[in-house]
């Protein structure tokens, strides 16, 4: 699994925005698809980027809403591989009552 770990935040309820992007254009639907978990709360089992964009080099994004961070201030994400090893490309977080700009669409 990969896990990213951010520290430091205020108890509350948050937004969190993962962004991805697959970087090795020779990868193709199901090579990379991996389950995505919040605090160990499920959000996708199994995620495909690359199906999700039709191709490598195009940015998708998950918008994951109301997850708690309780007193120790941290937020956990874990991607756990199906398929090939799991990417990430961007994280926002935004704690509830903030509003996050749009996500732009071309």
Not at 59 to 71: C, G, H, K, P
């Amino acid at each position: 699994a990969r896990v990213v770990t951010l520290s430091g935040l205020k108890a509350g309820v948050y937004s969190v925005r993962l962004t991805f992007s697959e970087p090795d254009m020779s990868i193709i639907p199901g090579a990379r698809v991996f389950g995505v978990s919040i605090n160990g709360e499920p959000v996708v089992d199994s995620f495909d980027p690359v199906a999700e964009t039709k191709g490598a080099h195009r940015a998708v994004t998950l918008e994951i809403e109301e997850r708690s961070v309780d007193a120790s201030g941290t937020l956990r994400i874990e991607l756990n591989a199906k398929v090939g090893q799991p990417v990430i490309s961007g994280i926002e977080v935004a704690r509830k009552g903030l509003t996050m700009a749009p996500i732009s669409r071309l």
